[in-house]
């Protein structure tokens, strides 16, 4: 499994949302542990996907930011995070990188992307796929830590020809959190144009095996 605190602490993307602004977040670790599954969720679907690389920064900022809304309204916290996202100067980042993150923000639970609203309508058109990909990404990271607990540690990928599976490694059987991710493919089937199995990957913990002397 790859280790979350060296990902964060030495990846560019993360380091460059973190340099742009200090937005708060309800649940931090929350938020860092969505940033981690969505980067490794990306990075594992890149190539198969072509996925394109701005993509992968702006969708650490979204993921660390996704909550922030959650300060204002819990109930409607995913507009109220986009509102937020472009109340703030982010050092680094286009006008329209901002837009974009906000938008990805704004699209990780609730409604999907669509031209009648407001946020996604001050998108060019050639801005908006990016913001898709990115928000299906998200919606499926955030699911799989919907109890906040980081029970999912990792993830790893499967791509076929006209589906993708999605492991969720955990050390207890994840039932909520593979739940609600599966719920939230919804966005990753239309952009992508494949259907997508989300399972659980269960090991045993390292002092378990020690305790039974494996």
């Not at 701005?54 to 109220?80: I, K, N, P, T, V």
């Not at 100067?89 to 974009?100: D, E, M, N």
């Not at 790893?156 to 493919?185: C, F, K, L, W």
């Amino acid at each position: 499994m790859a280790r979350k605190t060296d990902l964060l602490e030495s990846d560019r993307s993360v380091a460059r949302a973190l340099a742009a602004a200090n937005i708060e977040t309800p649940d931090p670790d929350h938020s860092r542990h969505v940033a981690f599954l969505s980067l490794r969720l990306f990075d594992l679907l890149k190539e198969p996907l072509r996925l394109p690389d701005e993509g992968r920064d702006l969708l650490a900022a979204a993921a660390l930011w996704h909550d922030c809304g959650q300060l204002r309204s819990m109930a409607d916290h995913h507009r109220h995070s986009f509102d937020r996202i472009m109340a703030v100067p982010l050092r680094g980042f286009s006008q329209l990188q901002q837009l974009q993150i906000a938008n990805i923000a704004r699209y990780h639970r609730a409604a999907h992307p669509s031209p009648q609203h407001y946020g996604y309508q001050r998108l060019p058109r050639v801005a908006r796929p990016v913001v898709d990909q990115m928000a299906a990404i998200l919606r499926i990271a955030e699911g799989l830590d919907a109890g906040h607990l980081q029970v999912i540690q990792d993830v790893d990928v499967v791509v076929h020809d006209n589906y993708v599976t999605i492991y969720g490694i955990s050390e207890t059987y994840p039932s909520m959190e593979i739940e609600r991710a599966q719920s939230r493919a919804g966005l990753f089937r239309e952009v992508f144009q494949r259907d997508v199995e989300i399972l659980p990957r269960v090991v045993r913990p390292r002092s378990a095996e020690r305790e039974k002397g494996v």
